[in-house]
């Protein structure tokens, strides 16, 4: 069993990352065309609604999780009629929570837009627009979780994987098309990005419908099914909620204070911390499904070897890409944009430590949605979000500056790290000291030797080409290097070695 699921881990994790990779690559093309068309005025403003909008996705976010875990969890028991009748009610709350979110949007949302937000009064129209297409594609995104997370729970992260590459392609379409269509760039935007929407969601649909017999929907409803659903979502809800508040709330304040400029900064530095955060994701995508099933099947140990394996690795992961990118950050948004808004490289730096602190625990949450006891982690966790935005908000209201959001968000990150800890213990007993060392010790001991060399890069170099291309090698290797020697386990080493010496017979051969 072991040897099977880890061989489906790799491959999915390997499938995930080239999908990641594309993604990426598009992305930074896109920014950049995108930035150009509308304009560093337009692009913070389609940041902060579009954002305003993604704020009522907590809803979604809950259901998704709860759907995906509760498939798992039947899978793992074998239990086929049940699955289906859990894939049934999925679908039964997902256009209910569809119709309850659009209409929310549609008046509350909108009253908040046209009274509460810092917009110039010339682009008001433009905005509403915007709002409106981003309503319509929530709407859209909400009613097919159910289909994405049946993907996701039968590990088929290959079609997850094309799925996602076709949908990045049609973005890169979208920002051809948009220097192209007469008429205000802004509303085009809106109304292509809807129409991507639209197709993505519509693939998740067709291929789910067609190759998972669960997936054949019926109408069903079973009340006690709801409430253990519903009991499950309810603390993600809050959890979710929160989270969303951390990040588009904090977006509205910056938009209050400080207009849409610093909403356009916070969006790249956003898109910069997703392209990196996405290494993490695909992991934990890629593990979950296996860390639910065997808890389910009573395999305690073989699952925290997934969470500790998972929170190292990811953190590893992360350090690799970021830490040349920390580094030359300045020298790789101009290269990227030409153009940067104000405090865009403050933001960029502070939003990928916050990431590589909660890289380092991001695994841990997993095991807790494994065992279904959820209501006390999204309290704890929910509510040390949530502090990040009253705090800005005091921040900002004394005189601090823009990114002073950001290091409450690293001290909240810290928090977290330790009280996921505790908590998980709580649930599934494990020695906390165990995590220490074969994580957060090891993590640390690499991030300080692998900081080193690329440091004495910058200190003796001018900055420029040649000093970028040479921290960009300095890092990759030195991160690579004390990975293998501090970072990992005798047997890892081993296996390690045994690949290598048959890729080496291989070419020799």
């Known amino acids: 069993m072991t040897i099977d ?9 390997v499938m995930l990352y080239f999908r990641m990779i594309l993604i990426i690559l598009v992305t930074l093309y896109t920014s950049r065309v995108i930035l150009n068309a509308l304009g ?91 709002f409106h297409f981003s309503a319509a594609s929530l709407l859209i995104t909400i009613a097919a979780v159910p289909y994405h997370a049946s993907i996701i729970a039968h590990e088929k992260m290959t079609v997850f994987a094309y799925i996602g590459i076709a949908e990045a392609l049609l973005k890169l379409l979208v920002a051809f098309l948009i ?3 007469e008429g205000d760039s802004l509303k085009v935007y809106a109304l292509l990005l809807f129409g991507v929407t639209g197709i993505v969601q ?110 190292k690795y990811s953190y590893f992961l992360l350090l690799f890409l970021s830490l040349p990118i920390l580094l030359e950050m300045e020298t790789i948004l101009v290269f990227w944009l030409k153009n940067v808004p104000e405090f865009t490289t403050i933001f960029a730096r502070l939003v990928v430590i916050s990431a590589l602190v909660d890289a380092l625990s991001v695994t ?26 009253p705090f800005s908000y005091l921040f900002f209201k004394l005189g601090f500056s823009p990114q002073s959001t950001y290091y409450v968000a690293l001290v909240i990150f810290s928090i977290i790290l330790v009280a996921r800890l505790f908590l998980v213990k709580k649930q ?49 290797v030195s ?11 005798i047997e890892e080493k081993q296996k390690v070695k045994l690949i290598f010496h048959n890729k080496i017979k291989n070419i020799i051969k």
């Open 5 to 13: 699921t880890n061989k489906r881990i790799a491959k999915n994790t």
């Open 40 to 130: 560093i005025e337009d692009y913070g403003l389609h940041n902060v609604v579009g954002g305003m909008v993604l704020m009522m996705s907590f809803l979604n976010n809950a259901m998704a999780t709860s759907t995906q875990r509760f498939l798992n969890f039947e899978m793992g028991r074998g239990d086929i009629q049940k699955l289906n009748r859990v894939f049934s009610m999925s679908v039964n709350i997902h256009l209910i929570i569809a119709i309850v979110v659009f209409l929310l949007l549609e008046t509350l949302g909108l009253w908040f837009v046209n009274s509460q937000l810092n917009i110039p009064p010339h682009r008001m129209e433009a905005v509403i627009w915007v």
């Open 202 to 311: 519509i693939m998740y649909y067709l291929y789910s419908r067609i190759n998972f017999k669960e997936s054949n929907y019926f109408f069903y409803w079973d009340t006690k099914l709801f409430k253990t659903l519903a009991s499950f979502a309810g603390w993600s809800l809050f959890g979710s909620f929160s989270v969303v508040m951390k990040n588009q709330g904090v977006n509205v304040l910056l938009n209050i204070f400080f207009g849409p400029t610093v909403n356009a900064a916070k969006g790249i530095s956003a898109q910069i911390n997703g392209a990196l955060s996405s290494f993490v994701q695909n992991f934990q995508t890629a593990l979950k499904p296996q860390m639910i099933k065997s808890y389910a099947a009573g395999d305690i140990r073989y699952h925290l070897q997934l969470a500790f394996s998972g929170a």
């Open 179 to 181: 220097t192209r269509i």
């Open 428 to 476: 599934i007993d494990f020695a906390i000291s165990d995590f220490l060392k074969f994580v957060f010790f090891k993590a640390l001991i690499v991030t300080i030797c692998s900081i080193f060399l690329p440091f004495l890069v910058i200190y003796y170099f001018e900055p420029g080409f040649l000093r970028f291309f040479i921290v960009v090698i300095a890092s990759l």
């Open 479 to 489: 991160t690579l290097f004390f990975t293998y020697f501090f970072g990992t386990e």
């Open 364 to 389: 841990l949450v997993a095991s807790i949605q494994a065992t279904g006891k959820v209501k006390n982690y999204q309290i704890m966790i929910g509510s040390l979000f949530l502090v990040i935005l």
